[in-house]
């Protein structure tokens, strides 16, 4: 089962995104979406695949610490 993870866009340069997870970050391909530094992001195998708005990330996220957590 592949997952999408939430992310914070933290720099972007051309087709290629800096973005952050949990205090990892990492380079993504931002050719599929158009993204801004600050915009909230779905990356799946390396490739942002969607925008959230920030209320809907920031719930998300929330989910996966509680989920990251319990693993433990």
Request: net charge negative; aromatic share 4%.
């Amino acid at each position: 089962m592949c997952l999408g993870v939430p992310m914070k866009v933290l720099e972007v340069e051309g087709r290629r995104a800096v973005v952050e997870f949990n205090g990892v970050k990492s380079v993504v391909d931002a050719s599929l979406v158009d993204v801004n530094p600050g915009d909230y992001v779905i990356v799946h195998a390396g490739m942002i695949i969607a925008k959230l708005d920030e209320k809907e990330a920031l719930e998300t996220l929330k989910i996966w610490e509680e989920l990251l957590s319990l693993s433990q």
